[in-house]
């Protein structure tokens, strides 16, 4: 059975830090792309974030480039989201995605975690 | 690339529910569609325009050409009442997600 199970979410200060991590099961780890996908409360999915296997290709979206860093562990199975200088408007849900391939040049999500909520107030 | 869908679509018990999906010649990417019920992460429905995953029911269907895509249920139930997302994938490698349609199930 394919899971991700998210961790680190929590309250943190405007431009606070704070690290999210990914643990995932039940499929080939190393040969698969993973991405964070969040969600504001009561508002819609938000692409944040991609890693490719073997850290090769790495992408995020235009609102967190520069402040948000996406890393991986193959040993332990798990990817990262390290996220600086945080504002008010990161505020959401965060969840980690496994990638899938059409073969075709397009990918979608096919197995979503629970998700972590990160939630940033003074 | 924006995608656009309605904010909400009503549908009778037991009738088809139609959601679209409109982009710039979205027709030339594939679309793929989730299904999210409160407090719950989004399911994936619909993936390369009409193709189901395993465990999906018949009753979902997709289609896509021209400027819109669309989701199709049919013989609606009410645990079918849920938000509802078209995605794609962008050119720039990013993904894409509609703003999402509301599905009541009267």
Redesign the interface.
Known sequence: EVQLVESGGGLVKPGGSLRLSCATSGFTFSISSINWVRQALGKGLEWVSSISPGSTYIYYADSVKGRFTISRDDAKRSVYLQMNSLRAEDTAVYYCVRLADTGAGSYYFDFWGQGSLVTVSS | YGLAQPLSVSVALGQTARISCGGNNIGS??V?W?Q?KPGQ????VI??DSNR?SGIPERFSGSNSGNTAALTISRAQAGDEADY?C???DSS????????TKVTVL
Do not use: D, I, M, R
């Open positions: 990417k594939s793929h989730y999210q992460a989004p399911v994936l993936f390369s995953p997302y995605q794609v994938w490698a990013a993904g894409v997600f509609g703003t999402g």
